[in-house]
């Protein structure tokens, strides 16, 4: 294992591989129904590269929201992780669908996108109220106990 992946706290790589998991299936979900509105003709093939960075950006937060929710600390570390996460899983399969990537074809558009939606998830989730230690304390010897 990398040192980076070492350095994060316990059990923050499952929860970012969760979260960029949840993020790439919101976004592919997202990409059908744009495709299906193209294809019904409601809109037009013009606004195709807007709409995949708002599906990026909707699927990033979606993802690092679900992440600070169930972490409910570090929320920047978090969201950094998960954004990276998505980025990661959306280029290997970018690649494994194509034969090569290119910036021309809007690739930063959609990076800023999702690094976009995850700021607002780290927004978000820094303004959520925080249990204080002592009450996190109390409810493990209250669980505790109960065993």
């Not at 592919?28 to 093939?45: D, F, P, R, S, Y």
């Not at 909707?58 to 992780?81: D, H, K, P």
């Amino acid at each position: 294992m990398s040192k980076v992946v070492m350095s994060l706290p316990k059990g923050m790589m499952k929860n970012s591989l969760t979260g960029g998991c949840v993020a790439l299936v919101s976004y592919v979900i997202l990409q059908l129904l744009c495709a299906l509105l193209i294809h019904k003709e409601l809109l037009g093939a013009d606004v195709l590269y807007p709409m995949v960075c708002v599906a990026a950006a909707v699927a990033s937060f979606l993802g690092c929201v679900y992440s600070v929710l169930t972490r409910q600390e570090g929320a920047i570390l978090t969201v950094s992780t998960v954004t990276a996460v998505f980025l990661i899983l959306t280029l290997a399969v970018a690649l494994l669908t194509n034969k090569s990537i290119a910036v021309e074809n809007g690739l930063v558009g959609v990076g800023l996108s999702m690094a976009a939606g995850g700021l607002l998830a780290a927004l978000v989730g820094a303004n959520l109220p925080r249990k204080s230690r002592q009450a996190k304390t109390a409810q493990r010897k209250k669980a505790t106990r109960r065993k």
